[in-house]
């Protein structure tokens, strides 16, 4: 299937790490993006696990209401269609994935009342993009981090190189563990193994 990503707005900085997570794991995967926006980036995950042929799940967590910057006008990040309706970006989103749909489970709540769903060890590949100020960063890293399998799993997230309350957050959880953050793509990625190898 061609990519589809490149018609939906939005931010995706990180193709090469999307599709070296679907070529690295096995058929029954477990994969979790939490903040979706319109769908870029789950709409080019979709269809890279679509091309790999291999059956895995992918969860989309977000409450598609837009965050701080969304509603403020004086912020670039501004989202007009918000202040009509609240289901905008919803709605935009649901428009812009119907041609993967198949492949992607929505799960419209925010973040910390998700990660209830799922079992400690459960899950290969989290994915965090949501909120960008450091207390909520740390409060995401630190409740999903036990949901990834030890040994196998992966945490990242994005704007790791350009989001310095981002960085600081992850830095200050993930560093007084001795475990390694790699930098790709301008996100942060941190493998849950011995080794902390990939």
């Not at 091309?51 to 004086?74: A, C, M, R, V, Y």
């Not at 459960?122 to 450091?134: K, N, Q, T």
């Amino acid at each position: 299937m061609n990519h589809i990503f490149e018609s939906i707005p939005g931010w995706f900085t990180f193709p090469e790490l999307y599709k070296s997570i679907v070529n690295h794991y096995p058929d029954n995967s477990h994969f979790v993006e939490i903040g979706a926006w319109k769908g870029r980036s789950a709409a080019y995950m979709a269809v890279e696990i679509i091309n790999s042929g291999k059956q895995i799940q992918f969860d989309i967590i977000d409450t598609w209401k837009g965050s701080e910057e969304h509603l403020d006008p004086t912020q670039p990040a501004h989202e007009p269609g918000l202040l009509q309706d609240s289901d905008y970006i919803w709605k935009e989103f649901n428009n812009n994935i119907q041609p993967v749909i198949e492949y992607i489970k929505p799960i419209r709540m925010p973040s910390l009342e998700a990660v209830k769903l799922y079992e400690d060890e459960s899950l290969d590949f989290v994915f965090i993009d949501a909120s960008h100020d450091y207390e909520n960063v740390f409060k995401d890293v630190e409740a999903w981090w036990p949901k990834i399998k030890s040994e196998t799993g992966v945490l990242a997230g994005h704007d790791y190189a350009w989001g310095p309350e981002v960085k600081a957050a992850v830095d200050d959880f993930f560093t007084p563990l001795g475990l390694q953050i790699q930098e790709q793509e301008g996100c942060w990625v941190v493998v849950k193994a011995t080794n902390n190898v990939l």
